[in-house]
């Protein structure tokens, strides 16, 4: 980011090194609407997979992302945010792979601000080479290969009324924010350090 607010972005997309590296790939145990049973591998601890990703990637519900908001170990029962269009079984194949979590927060047309959450991985055509595995989105793909994003949690509204936002400095970062509501207008600035993004 620029030294300084002069033609500073008014977006921000940062890596998520809150969660600790794990990559599980099994079968569940099976599933109801909104959660899912993780294999009896599974961690022990209580929220152990809280904020991380579910994708099943074979089987029912094929292709289906959901975050964990909580987690019970002693039944490896994973709540997730939203409820299953198809509810997964024994037969599918769920992946947690906390490798390279990106977060990018950005202003939209409509005066709010969009956080997303997303990831990539090496493809032949936009679908993630098997064994799929996430990796840093600044990587360069094999020969033959493409670097794809994977959306792991779809853009939605997280602040309204900016009008304008802006972004500099690296230690900490600056953060610019005007508001604007009713003919009203207020801006505000404020430093803040990574860990509290």
Known sequence: MPPQKDGSPSEIKFYDGHLPFVKEQTNAQG??????????????????????????????????????????????KAQVDTAWEVIPDQSSVYKIDTYFYYIYYYKDFNLNIQRKVYTCCFSLNQDCVQPETFVACDSTPPQGQILSEVV?????????????????????????LELKKDGKKIDLESKIYGRNF
């Open 152 to 176: 792991l949690e779809p853009s939605k509204i997280v602040g309204e009324f900016v009008d304008t936002i802006e972004f500099w400095g690296s230690n900490p970062v600056n953060i610019f």
């Open 31 to 76: 599933a109801g609407s909104g959660y899912i049973i993780l294999s009896p591998s599974s961690s022990g601890a209580d929220n152990y997979y809280k904020d991380f990703f579910v994708e099943i990637i074979s089987g029912a519900g094929q292709g289906q992302i959901r975050r964990v908001y909580s987690y019970t170990g002693i039944d490896k």
